[in-house]
């Protein structure tokens, strides 16, 4: 085996991890009606549950092997893990991100690892800063910690499964882990499947990033052609090794998840439950929305845990989340509309085309075409899905050119 429950449990006696809580969710129990659990792992050290592959890794390497320093490539919460570790172990660290991590993350990073720690940004993917870190390491001889694809690292991610059942008196029918590059997965399911053996493990990604599902269709991990990192603490392009190869033996499913239904669930667990949950730390929970659908399968099972793996958000990113999940409910809709140059053209569509529980939320006057007609894009909420059809009806009615942005559509992504 290339991590043994024997391993978990050691190193679950000497992390420097925080025991966090595995608390019912009310919210989810009641829509599904099964008993719904959530790991905290947004609660933990530098929020996110990171901090204990990093440590355990680190804690294993020789006096000689830790003062030539340690590198490692991070989206984010890695990074943080790895920075608190060197704290702790007085060690030289080297950390390499995308540059598209959130500043909250990378604020923390320095504020966690003080003068211990050297920040780059490297790239526009994890796999790309990873490429980075590894020239690094070649070239000063630092230990690379790897995020996921290395034993000791899954070990150490293993300790929240193993928190995980030493919380309960029974076990779950169903755990949901989120899946990035594997390592929490591979962890997770090695001592829980020990220890509860009946305990269906299902992995969830994004599906912009379904690098674990790809891997197990085609006998072992590929890298992925295309990569959306919205989700970005489990957007990686190509699986680890050994995170694969426990999946395949151990893990029961994996599903993916839309990230508008991820930032859904960010929504609902900040407004209903209080809890600051970054998108991969969602997806989880956001899984459960696939029952409804049947790509989750809760016939006969009463109880469900899910690990809310990070709440390292950036406050700045909420605006786009809110429009990812009302676009996702059905509540918000794009469209460009040819105007007539003349008087009252747009208090016509305002009074014949819109009704009551509709409103214009964006108005962008583009340029004129020609003399006659003028585009503009045109973002519309609605309170319900179900008023869609009716003003669809009233648009084809009102005898104006409108053409309607769907989802897939490249002009879509200029309003992100």
């Given at each position: ?6 391993d978990?449990?050691?190193a679950?006696?000497r ?17 599904y ?41 991070s989206?984010g919460?890695?990074a943080?893990?790895v ?10 660290g ?5 540059t ?5 993350k ?6 966690l ?5 050297t920040?780059s ?28 694809d290395?034993?000791?690292?899954i ?12 919380a ?26 020990h220890a509860?053996p ?25 890298r992925?052609?295309?990569?959306d990192?919205?989700v970005?603490g489990?957007s ?7 995170p694969?190869?426990i999946?395949?033996d ?20 900040y407004?209903t ?10 997806l ?33 990113r ?5 429009e ?10 794009y ?9 009252g053209a747009?208090r ?6 819109l ?48 053409e309607?942005?769907?989802y897939?559509s ?7």
């Open positions: 085996m290339i991590v043994t429950p024997e978990v449990a050691r679950a006696e992390t420097i991890a925080t025991r966090t809580p595995l608390d019912a969710s009310q919210r989810l129990s009641e829509r009606g099964i008993e719904v659990v959530l790991k905290r792992e947004d609660l933990q050290i530098a929020r996110s549950y990171k901090v204990r592959g990093a440590f355990h890794l680190m804690s294993g390497l020789s006096p000689d092997e830790l003062a030539r320093g340690v590198v490692c490539a989206a919460n890695h943080q893990g920075a608190i570790s060197c704290a702790r172990l007085g060690v030289r080297h950390i390499v991100v995308p598209n991590t959130p500043k909250q990378r604020d923390r990073i320095l504020a690892g003080g003068e211990a720690i920040l940004l490297v790239g526009k993917t994890y796999d790309e800063a990873s490429a980075a870190a590894h020239e690094i390491a070649d070239s000063t001889g630092a230990t690379y910690v790897a995020p996921f290395d034993p000791r690292t070990t150490g991610q293993g300790t929240v499964g193993f928190e995980i059942t030493h309960r008196h029974e076990p779950l029918d169903v755990l949901i882990v989120p899946v990035g590059g594997g390592g929490l997965l591979g962890g997770v399911a090695t001592w829980v499947k509860w009946s305990t269906r493990i299902i992995g969830v990604e994004p599906v912009g990033a379904a690098s674990m599902t790809a891997a197990l269709a085609a006998g072992g991990p590929v992925l052609d295309q990569l990192t919205f970005d489990a990686v392009g190509q699986v680890g090794d050994a694969y190869e999946a395949r151990l893990v029961d499913d994996v599903v993916a998840v839309e990230v508008g239904a991820v930032c859904s669930e960010m929504l609902e667990l407004q439950d209080g809890i600051i949950a970054e998108p991969a730390g969602a989880a929970s956001a899984a459960l929305s696939l029952a409804e659908t049947g790509a989750i399968d809760l016939d006969g099972v009463t109880s469900v845990g899910a690990i809310v793996s990070g709440g390292n958000n950036d406050v700045m909420y605006p786009e989340v809110v990812r999940s009302l676009v996702h409910r059905g509540l918000r809709h469209f460009l509309v040819s105007f007539p140059q003349e008087p747009l016509g569509f305002l009074d014949h085309v009704a009551e529980g509709e409103d214009i939320v964006v108005f962008d006057y583009i340029k004129k075409s020609n003399r006659e007609t003028g585009p503009a894009l045109i973002g519309i909420d609605l309170d319900s899905p179900e008023g869609l059809p009716g003003l669809l009806k009233r648009m084809d009615s009102s005898h104006l050119v409108i309607t942005i769907p897939d490249p002009l879509f992504t200029f309003l992100h």
